[in-house]
């Protein structure tokens, strides 16, 4: 796949399973990812992985929160399964650094691109991938058992792995509403 394929292809995949990438494709995800723009260069964002036993202890802290705000029990068993749907998961953070020229939103957007150049990454690569939050994101259960502050934030759980099928590419978005050139 050439970059001009990529950049203008690239779809999400929800249907996944093993193999999961090799190290030497997650090395280049994390290669891509570190090229996200970001300004004084702070590296506002860490990347947690999860393959073979470690998916299920995310299990295991999904199921704990969903425990702790009170879901019935088919909802945390629900909970613990959910990781097991790729054969790997990277769990995105932005780790926020007080910076006086760097805010917040900026630091979070730069763990933003990063997330996505993951998925890029993955997607030329010819693995599928696919970016899911739901509420275990903003758990702040969810994010001290991953080792992150108040301050910090999850981005999302990137679930990578091969596609069942060839990740269907989805129809060309219509742009007439998105752009507009100024003075026309
Ligand atoms: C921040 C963020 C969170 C998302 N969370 C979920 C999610 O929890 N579950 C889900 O099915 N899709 C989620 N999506 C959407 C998918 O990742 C995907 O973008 C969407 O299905 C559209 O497909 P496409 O990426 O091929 O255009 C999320 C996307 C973003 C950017």
Known sequence: MDAFELLTTRSSMPRLVAPGPTPAQLDFMFAAASRAPDHMMLQPYRMIVFANEQLAQLGEIFAQAAQQRG????????????????????????????????????????????????QQAAFAQGLGAIWRT????????????????????????????TPVVDTPIKPNKDMANIIHYWGL
């Open 71 to 118: 879901d019935a029990e088919t909802q945390v068993q629900r909970a613990k399964e959910l990781p097991a749907r790729a054969p790997l998961v990277i769990a995105v953070a932005m780790k926020y650094q007080a910076h006086e020229k760097v805010p917040r939103d900026e630091q979070f957007a730069c763990a933003a691109c990063a997330t996505l150049l993951l």
């Open 134 to 161: 739901g509420w275990f994101a903003n758990d702040e259960g969810v994010k001290q058992a991953l080792g992150l502050t108040a301050q910090d934030a999850i981005l999302g759980f990137l679930y990578v792995g």
